[in-house]
């Protein structure tokens, strides 16, 4: 699994966040990542990957939508608190 750390930044917080990312290839080629949200540091022993999307054809999209997918959830989690 190759593992990502990015920080999202949402009203005024910043949130970082561990997404996993996985290939299947067939024949040498590269084939669908499937990505996954980390809920903790990749090193914790305690630490879960949670699939959240799958089908993506390119790493860099993978990592795009994952963050797009983290956004929104810990918008909705902001939103929900007030």
Same mark, same amino acid.
């Given at each position: 699994?190759?593992?990502?750390?990015? /920080?999202?930044?949402?009203?005024?917080? +910043?949130?970082?966040?561990? !997404?996993?990312?996985? +290939?299947?290839? #067939?024949?040498? @080629?590269?084939? #669908?990542? /499937?990505?996954?949200?980390?809920?903790?540091?990749?090193?914790?022993?305690?630490?879960?990957?949670?699939?959240?999307? +799958?089908?993506?054809? +390119? @790493?860099?999209?993978?990592? @795009?939508?994952?963050?797009?997918?983290? @956004?929104?959830? !810990?918008?909705?989690?902001?939103?929900?608190?007030?």
């Amino acid at each position: 699994m190759y593992k990502v750390k990015r /920080t999202i930044y949402l009203k005024e917080r +910043s949130i970082d966040v561990w !997404f996993g990312l996985v +290939s299947k290839t #067939k024949n040498g @080629k590269n084939g #669908k990542y /499937t990505v996954y949200l980390l809920t903790d540091d990749p090193r914790n022993p305690f630490n879960h990957a949670e699939p959240i999307l +799958s089908g993506i054809t +390119s @790493k860099d999209t993978a990592i @795009k939508k994952g963050i797009e997918y983290a @956004k929104t959830l !810990f918008q909705n989690i902001l939103n929900n608190q007030e």
